[in-house]
């Protein structure tokens, strides 16, 4: 096994329900730590930075109205295999196929207010960690 980090964003519907704890008990259930976090409103132009792999979909522009509706909170998450253990604790993309106890089978709202985001790969953990946190923001 690797120890290894992930990015977490608690998206603003959850934010904005208050279940930022509940989330984050189910993350810590499953064996991630949580290293770093931050709750911080993205500008627009922070949303499309980092959504820019999308910026050919058409689904862009309502993500990025979204992502900027209301706070989120961004999260350093360590353990073992780290990004493939936390795409599982996320569940599905569309909450009504995610598992029970999933973090989107218990707390997304659709679809698209899925209330969580994390890194699909190694590579784009590192970036996405650095978009959002210093080396010294991080802790072990």
């Given at each position: 096994?690797?120890l290894?980090?992930t990015?977490?964003i608690?998206?603003?519907?959850?934010?904005?329900?208050n279940?930022?704890?509940?989330?984050n008990a189910?993350i810590?259930?499953?064996?991630l730590?949580?290293?770093?976090?931050?709750?911080?409103q993205?500008?627009e132009?922070q949303a499309?930075?980092f959504?820019a792999?999308?910026a050919?979909?058409p689904?862009?522009?309502d993500?990025?109205q979204f992502?900027?509706?209301?706070?989120?909170v961004v999260q350093v998450l360590?353990?073992d295999?780290a990004v493939?253990?936390?795409?599982?604790?996320?569940?599905?993309t569309n909450?009504?196929n995610?598992d029970?106890?999933?973090?989107?089978?218990?707390?997304a709202?659709?679809i698209e207010?899925n209330?969580?985001?994390g890194?699909?790969?190694?590579e784009?953990?590192?970036?996405e960690?650095?978009?959002?946190?210093?080396?010294?923001?991080?802790?072990?």
């Amino acid at each position: 096994m690797a120890l290894e980090r992930t990015l977490s964003i608690i998206k603003p519907d959850a934010t904005r329900r208050n279940v930022t704890g509940g989330i984050n008990a189910v993350i810590e259930k499953s064996g991630l730590r949580i290293v770093a976090q931050k709750r911080i409103q993205l500008t627009e132009n922070q949303a499309k930075a980092f959504y820019a792999v999308h910026a050919e979909r058409p689904f862009y522009n309502d993500l990025v109205q979204f992502m900027v509706s209301g706070p989120v909170v961004v999260q350093v998450l360590e353990a073992d295999n780290a990004v493939l253990k936390y795409r599982d604790v996320m569940g599905a993309t569309n909450p009504a196929n995610a598992d029970a106890g999933t973090i989107r089978a218990e707390f997304a709202e659709s679809i698209e207010a899925n209330s969580v985001h994390g890194s699909d790969s190694l590579e784009n953990a590192a970036i996405e960690i650095a978009f959002f946190f210093s080396g010294c923001e991080i802790t072990g």
